[in-house]
């Protein structure tokens, strides 16, 4: 848990569970955006210390091995750039699904589909995370997704599914 300076208090991370359709898409959208930052400090400290994930067949467990995951992932998905949409939460849990695109070292891109499980502790910070993911080759013509989502779409239309 993320300490204020005096030590004793816990800083919240909000919004906060339980969720409703406003704050649960306002979550899908904050962590949506810092992914596409490809920081992989931003992106960890959403998660609580303790935090355990299901990435694929990779399970990972704390901050400091959710941000060396990520160096990696960014290290090998270059011009990454995603899509999250809200699918379904109740009280700490979020359901989301995702697209992504990037390209490998030889010039391959890739449009990966991929559905994630989330449960946050009380102070908002994610505690669980289960990603399953599929890769599909696409052409570079192919692409649609290109960086972050301006403002002005967030909570717009969901991804097509091909």
């Known amino acids: 848990m993320i300490r204020a300076p005096d030590e004793r208090t816990p800083v919240s991370r909000p919004p906060l569970p339980p969720f409703d359709a406003t704050t649960a898409a306002r979550k899908v959208q904050a962590a949506e955006d810092a992914w596409n930052t490809r920081d992989p400090e931003k992106v960890a400290a959403a998660y609580s210390e303790d935090s355990v ?69 009380a102070e908002g910070y994610m505690r669980r995370r289960e990603a399953s993911i599929n890769d599909v080759p696409i052409a570079e013509s192919e692409r649609r997704i290109h960086g972050p989502r301006a403002e002005a779409d967030h909570g717009g239309p969901e991804q097509p599914l091909r």
């Open 53 to 121: 994930w299901r990435n694929r067949d990779r399970f990972v467990t704390g901050r400091a091995e959710i941000a060396e995951f990520l160096r990696g992932k960014w290290d090998r998905e270059l011009e990454y750039a995603l899509r999250k949409d809200l699918w379904a939460f109740e009280g700490n849990r979020i359901a989301v699904r995702f697209q992504y695109e990037c390209r490998d070292v030889d010039g391959q891109w890739w449009r990966s589909y991929g559905n994630e499980l989330w449960e946050f502790d």
